[in-house]
């Protein structure tokens, strides 16, 4: 009966228009101003250089975009469904149809044939102008596109879905189900992956899906607001012109206007109330053989949610019989809207907190392969972080799929850039605190720009720092701080106040990454790039590893050459120093496989310019852990007898801490033969050393000794304890026998002072012979 009574219609309209276009093309005002129109055309392509005929033809080609607009924006038709025709429920293109072919039965009879050539061409850049934008649309959906992320907890929900939708004793009546989860847990994409396989089946009443977002809708207008959103869904498939109206407020311009817009605002107003316009809805998707599926979502998030569903859940229970209809609701969970859901949606879907921790795992494997994997076990030396621990804490962080996915492609591009310079949890730990627990982070940036911060219990930073209306884990905020080694335990005196929790800065991690030890690394977090480019711990290792296992020697000399330049630069120098001694030691005392290149290391450092950073070369080179190859060729040639004789011959280039730092590399021997560690005969060479220079009984080896027993270095007492007495008595012997002149000079050379006088002199070798005698009475 609707098809039958739609057809009736919409034949009657055209015509109707045929009848009205006749009447109004022979009103002669009309005929006069068409020939107006016309002249003026004309007059305005003669009087330019654009050709009459392709000026009508462009004209007419806009002519059909702009009808093509107009038309679309009244629903007569949709973009979506122009080249498709539904036989049960046509459009009013029928109408538009029906009126041309009356015309051109009519023009036949005057021209003899039914269309002419001419007639075609000349209404060609119209018919293009109508189709070009439909044809736009038809090659957008032709294009494939991404398919969303999904797991398996939303492929399970979606089947759920699918097969609820197609189980056919629900198709006697509306379908309502209820999807429950933490937002961006991936309800919507359950929905889309469910109306995407029923509509791939191509079955037969056809699925229209009307997605609706509530959010920010107001309660007074939220159904009115579903309405609309199901006609233009609806639009896609059928014509919804009959259940078109103007907006309320034109209407009410249109009644305040004169009495003719009053009469036209009467005709145009359609007061149906929702009930009824749902329920001529349904007996339309019937004739259409169509299903409609309405999704409604986001609506808890609303400030009179509460309110929203009551109005909603009204109207749906009173169409509860529209077999033509089905709804999805999907919200968070809130137990204020439990009953009134249980009420109309009996179905129900839950998704649980999904857990991340194999997610992440998979991003690190993903962005850490087994090279940066070598790179960072060496630059850390195993001090590494417990992976379980902060895998489980950023798992808290994360409280959806769409949480992950945000923080996946936020991480891979800034790790391009910052991947081993930064360590990668605390980059994703930070960034996750940024995505989802702002609060914590930005406490923790308030924390790290504190520059005066003193060490306070936790009970007393989280006070100060969060509000009770935060609502947050004081667990989770400890975990956080634990990680980046922002905590300590202290344990009090009193037994009865057991241990407490301290935030402090006092402690960093010990390790070239730690990430509020050093600015750079901490500014680079925070911004997501490298602040520092000249500060690149990549390059450090690259370099070092050049040192101990390059291609050629002069890769090699070339990599000692730029590790001698970075330390003399004063913007680099430090950060190379500290590597070195964190774990760079390391590499050149187990991985350098000659001799050769190990002597070039110690002659370059001895050369380096500036005295001071020679001195911190040199004593960055001092072993400082048990993890050492005796059998390496550093340590090898460490405890030769060559190096001596090496050493020696650099002596002109000694400044004031060469001799004290050569000393010092091999006193931090001492230790060994603790922890299982093979013990070193330390002795041996230092006591060589000083007596090769002792023995050579030359100007610059007299002034190395002597600046060197003169010194007032805090360590200078503990070295030479290093020393046999019989060394220390030929030091003392030779020191009060000490007469030439160019003694003096070249002491003030290597002090990089001014020359001495006598008294002054005497001073200093009476300072030296004071430490020998107190050295010696030990």
């Known amino acids: 009966m609707v098809t039958f009574s739609r057809y009736t219609t919409l034949i009657l309209y055209g015509v109707i228009t045929y009848i009205l276009f006749l009447i109004m093309s022979s009103v002669i005002i009309n005929q006069g101003l068409w020939l107006a129109w016309t002249n003026l055309l004309q007059k305005t392509f003669n009087t330019s250089n654009f050709t009459p005929s392709y000026g009508y033809a462009t004209l007419l080609f806009l002519a059909g975009l702009a009808v093509n607009k107009i038309a679309d924006s009244f629903s007569i038709y949709n973009l979506k469904r122009y080249w498709q025709f539904n036989w049960r429920y046509p459009s009013l293109m029928l109408s538009v149809t029906c009126t041309i072919a009356i015309w051109l039965f ?5 021209t003899g044939s039914l269309i002419s050539l001419e ?9 293009a102008g109508l189709v070009f934008l439909p044809a736009l649309e038809l090659l957008k959906t032709r294009i494939e596109t991404d398919k969303p992320k999904s797991n398996d907890s939303t492929q399970h929900i979606a089947k759920q879905i699918e097969e609820t939708l197609c189980y056919e004793k629900n198709k006697a009546k509306s379908t309502r189900i209820l999807i429950c989860g933490p937002f961006g847990v991936g309800k919507t994409t359950a929905i889309n992956l469910a109306v995407d396989k029923l509509k791939n089946k191509k079955e037969l009443p056809k699925l229209v899906h009307c997605n609706i977002d509530l959010w920010g809708v107001e309660a007074e207008s939220i159904i009115q607001y579903v309405l609309d959103e199901v006609l233009i869904a609806l639009g896609t498939e059928i014509d919804m012109c009959k259940f078109r109206s103007l907006p309320l407020h034109y209407i009410t311009a249109m009644n305040a206007g004169n009495t003719s817009s009053k009469i036209f605002a009467a005709f145009m107003h359609k007061p149906t109330s929702p009930d009824a316009l ?7 998707i019937n004739a259409a053989n169509l299903r409609l599926l309405v999704t409604i979502q986001d609506l808890d998030r609303n400030q009179k949610a509460l309110d929203s569903l009551h109005a909603l859940a009204g109207l749906l229970d009173r169409l509860e019989e529209l077999q033509g209809i089905d709804y999805i ?28 921790t194999e997610e992440i795992k998979k991003l690190e494997n993903e962005l850490i392969n087994a090279d940066m994997q070598m790179y960072y076990q060496k630059v850390l030396l195993k001090q590494d972080v417990d992976r379980y621990l902060i895998q489980r804490l950023i798992n808290k962080l994360l409280p959806s799929f769409r949480a992950l996915h945000t923080l996946e492609e936020q991480i891979k591009p800034i790790w391009q850039t910052l991947g081993g310079e930064v360590l990668f949890y605390d980059l994703v730990l930070l960034q996750a605190l940024k995505n989802n627990s702002p609060v914590i982070y930005d406490a923790l940036i308030v924390l790290l720009n504190k520059k005066s911060f003193k060490s306070q219990p936790l009970t007393k930073f989280i006070a100060d720092n969060f509000s009770p209306d935060d609502n947050l884990d004081k667990e989770l905020i400890k975990a956080c701080l634990d990680h980046f080694g922002l905590t300590y335990i202290f344990k009090a005196i009193e037994e009865s106040k057991g241990r407490e929790t301290y935030v402090s800065k ?10 509020y030890k050093h600015e750079h690394i901490s500014s680079s977090l925070i911004e997501g790039r490298l602040t520092a480019k000249k500060l690149k711990q990549r390059h450090v290792f690259k370099t070092l590893n050049e040192i101990s296992s390059g291609d050629s020697r002069i890769i090699k000399n070339q990599a000692i050459t730029d590790l001698c330049a970075a330390v003399e630069n004063d913007e680099t120098s430090s950060f190379w120093l500290e590597s070195i001694k964190y774990y760079g030691w390391h590499i050149l005392y187990n991985e350098i496989k000659d001799e050769v290149t190990v002597k070039q290391l110690f002659e370059k450092a001895i050369n380096v310019r500036s005295s001071r950073k020679s001195l911190e070369l040199l004593t ?12 390496s060729a550093f340590v090898k040639y460490l405890f030769s007898e060559r190096i001596i004789s090496d050493l020696f011959e650099q002596r002109t280039c000694f400044t004031y801490g060469t001799l004290f730092a050569l000393l010092k590399i091999y006193s931090n021997f001492s230790s060994f033969g603790r922890f299982g560690s093979e013990p070193k005969s330390y002795k041996v060479p230092m006591n060589n050393l000083i007596l090769q220079f002792i023995d050579s009984k030359d100007p610059v080896s007299d002034a190395n000794l002597l600046y060197l027993f003169s010194s007032n270095a805090d360590d200078i007492p503990d070295l030479l304890l290093a020393l046999n007495k019989s060394t220390l008595n030929k030091v003392q012997s030779l020191i009060k026998n000490i007469k030439s002149e160019n003694t003096r000079v070249i002491y003030s050379q290597i002090a990089e002072a001014r020359e001495a006088n006598d008294d002054e002199f005497e001073g200093i070798r009476s300072d030296a012979l004071k430490l020998i005698s107190r050295m010696l009475k030990l």
């Not at 749902?278 to 339309?284: A, E, G, I, Q, T």
């Not at 609701?329 to 857990?355: M, Q, V, Y």
């Not at 006092?506 to 990430?515: C, I």
């Open 106 to 110: 009519f023009e036949s009879r005057e």
């Open 119 to 127: 007639l075609v061409l000349l209404y060609l850049p119209l018919i």
């Open 278 to 284: 749902l329920k001529s809805l349904n007996d339309v």
């Open 329 to 356: 609701f999907a919200g968070e969970n809130r137990p204020e809207f439990s009953d009134t859901l249980l009420r109309i949606c009996p179905i129900r879907f839950d998704f649980s907190i999904p857990n991340f």
């Open 506 to 515: 006092d402690n960093p991690p010990a390790h070239v990454l730690s990430f």
């Open 620 to 631: 960055s080179f001092a072993v400082r852990g048990y993890d050492v190859d005796s059998s």
